[in-house]
């Protein structure tokens, strides 16, 4: 095991099998080993800092059906809300004043805010905080939107592929195709975006081969920034009785893809830390960079229920803020509110 998570380390690469030996085999002992070296590469690339973004979800609807998501559009208990441009302006000034330099605007794919909406928010908030980065998380659109967006001036783009095998992908995803994910993805990247993939862990019916899978995928892809968090059950999906995926199984992937994309910026997710009290310092440890406190306002916070139990939905933005800043700093790391991206971009 040593041998093989050296050769992660040096290499920052290692060929499916090995990978997929990795993931059968992993035990604490081997677990610890390769969390430490991962906690090595993150220094090297970006020492112990941690960066800041505030997360703003704006709407809950959405059209499409995703089985695992508390928001998907067939969920008739979902208590839908939209955020108005002045209310999203409104956290958006809380968040500055609290430090942030990022702003993240994720949402259901919600067919109301149309471009134009978008492009006008976008423009007032760039016009208002023009030292912040902007990153969008609103689903799959078309390559002229998205370059619209961007000329707008968002600056990320969150769009997980959720999982890269084709056969669970499509089980997971009524109407939806892998490929247009990835095209979108790709799409992202061309127009110069920093963008972000990731993966959900513990999906009923995952293994080890799909992770594989996925990790194959990010290395080839390259992107800037990868979500990663554990799948969590929902009450009103047909996943209820199944379980969450691991702190264990989350963490290792964490590692591995911090060695496999040394530069990446790696958010140690609000999921990791709703199954496990100290997930998201766990997170952290294993190369983890990046926390998303949220900013939306606390009226809509229990709204936006992507999976049960989700941690810090009554918290003002302040407290969250302070909270947060204790927890990382308790763990060893130092904040860095700075828009922090990533060290191998810049806006073309
Ligand atoms: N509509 C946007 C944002 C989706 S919500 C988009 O399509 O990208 C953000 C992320 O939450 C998703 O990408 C998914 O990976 C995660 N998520 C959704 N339901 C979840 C669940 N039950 N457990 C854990 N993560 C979940």
């Given at each position: 095991?040593?041998?093989i998570i050296?050769?992660?380390y040096?290499?920052?690469?290692?060929?499916?099998?090995?990978l997929?030996?990795?993931l059968n085999?992993?035990?604490?002992?081997?677990?610890e080993?390769?969390t430490?070296?991962?906690?090595?590469?993150?220094l090297?690339?970006?020492?112990?800092?941690?960066?800041?973004r505030?997360?703003?979800?704006?709407?809950?609807?959405?059209?499409?059906?995703?089985?695992?998501?508390?928001?998907r559009?067939?969920?008739?208990n979902?208590e839908?809300?939209?955020l108005s441009?002045?209310?999203i302006?409104?956290?958006?000034?809380?968040?500055?004043?609290?430090?942030?330099?990022?702003?993240?605007?994720?949402?259901?794919?919600?067919?109301?805010?149309?471009d134009?909406?978008?492009?006008?928010?976008l423009?007032a908030?760039?016009?208002?905080?023009?030292?912040c980065?902007?990153?969008?998380?609103?689903g799959?659109k078309?390559?002229?939107?998205y370059?619209?967006y961007?000329e707008?001036?968002?600056?990320?783009?969150?769009?997980?592929?959720?999982?890269?095998?084709k056969?669970?992908?499509?089980?997971?995803?009524?109407?939806?195709e892998?490929?247009?994910?990835v095209q979108?993805l790709?799409n992202?990247k061309?127009?110069?975006?920093q963008?972000?993939?990731?993966?959900?862990v513990?999906i009923?019916?995952?293994?080890?081969?799909d992770?594989?899978?996925?990790?194959?995928?990010?290395?080839?892809l390259?992107?800037?920034?990868?979500?990663?968090?554990?799948?969590i059950p929902?009450k009103?999906?047909?996943f209820?009785?199944e379980?969450?995926?691991?702190v264990e199984?989350?963490?290792t992937l964490?590692a591995?893809?911090?060695?496999l994309?040394?530069d990446?910026?790696?958010?140690?997710?609000t999921a990791?830390?709703?199954?496990?009290?100290?997930?998201?310092?766990?997170?952290?440890?294993?190369?983890?960079n990046v926390?998303?406190?949220?900013?939306?306002?606390?009226?809509?916070r229990?709204k936006?229920?992507l999976?049960d139990?989700k941690?810090?939905?009554?918290d003002?933005?302040?407290?969250?803020?302070?909270?947060?800043e204790?927890r990382?700093?308790s763990a060893?790391?130092?904040l860095d509110?700075?828009?922090g991206?990533?060290?191998?971009?810049s806006r073309k």
């Amino acid at each position: 095991m040593k041998e093989i998570i050296d050769e992660l380390y040096e290499k920052n690469d290692l060929d499916e099998h090995r990978l997929l030996y990795l993931l059968n085999n992993i035990d604490e002992k081997s677990r610890e080993y390769l969390t430490s070296k991962a906690h090595e590469k993150r220094l090297k690339h970006y020492g112990n800092k941690v960066y800041l973004r505030g997360i703003i979800e704006f709407t809950n609807y959405c059209k499409n059906n995703c089985l695992y998501c508390g928001i998907r559009g067939e969920n008739k208990n979902a208590e839908r809300y939209r955020l108005s441009l002045e209310d999203i302006l409104d956290c958006c000034n809380s968040g500055y004043r609290l430090g942030y330099r990022t702003f993240v605007l994720q949402g259901g794919e919600d067919p109301y805010y149309t471009d134009d909406k978008l492009v006008e928010l976008l423009k007032a908030i760039k016009t208002n905080f023009p030292d912040c980065a902007i990153t969008l998380s609103i689903g799959e659109k078309s390559y002229d939107s998205y370059k619209k967006y961007y000329e707008a001036g968002a600056d990320r783009y969150l769009l997980r592929h959720e999982t890269a095998s084709k056969k669970l992908y499509q089980r997971l995803h009524p109407n939806m195709e892998l490929e247009n994910r990835v095209q979108c993805l790709r799409n992202l990247k061309e127009i110069g975006y920093q963008v972000g993939a990731g993966f959900m862990v513990g999906i009923p019916g995952q293994t080890n081969e799909d992770f594989v899978e996925d990790l194959v995928f990010l290395k080839e892809l390259q992107p800037h920034m990868v979500g990663l968090g554990p799948f969590i059950p929902h009450k009103d999906t047909i996943f209820k009785d199944e379980k969450s995926g691991t702190v264990e199984t989350t963490v290792t992937l964490l590692a591995i893809v911090r060695m496999l994309l040394p530069d990446v910026l790696l958010p140690s997710t609000t999921a990791l830390g709703t199954i496990s009290p100290m997930g998201r310092e766990k997170g952290l440890k294993a190369g983890g960079n990046v926390v998303m406190p949220n900013l939306s306002p606390t009226t809509v916070r229990e709204k936006y229920m992507l999976y049960d139990n989700k941690i810090c939905t009554g918290d003002e933005a302040a407290e969250c803020r302070k909270c947060i800043e204790n927890r990382i700093v308790s763990a060893g790391f130092s904040l860095d509110l700075s828009r922090g991206d990533n060290n191998l971009w810049s806006r073309k």
